[in-house]
């Protein structure tokens, strides 16, 4: 789940980058960049995954 959000804010921030959109001092591409990886970071170590560990049988 946290790569789609990840992949949608790469999106989001490279749109902005290519028509140099000024929405706000807080939400710039680099901004969205750090957010980003976050996301991918969080999906890389298994936060937001479905699998259950506690719930799984040997």
Avoid: N, Y
């Avoid at 789609?4 to 804010?9: G, K, S």
């Avoid at 969205?32 to 999906?43: D, E, F, Q, R, S």
């Amino acid at each position: 789940m946290f790569a789609i959000i990840a992949a949608v804010i790469f999106g989001l921030a490279l749109i902005l980058d290519w028509t140099e959109a000024e929405v706000s001092d807080a939400l710039t591409p680099q901004t969205l960049l750090i957010a980003g990886l976050l996301c991918i970071a969080l999906h890389l170590a298994g936060i937001g995954t479905s699998t259950s560990w506690r719930g799984r049988k040997r």
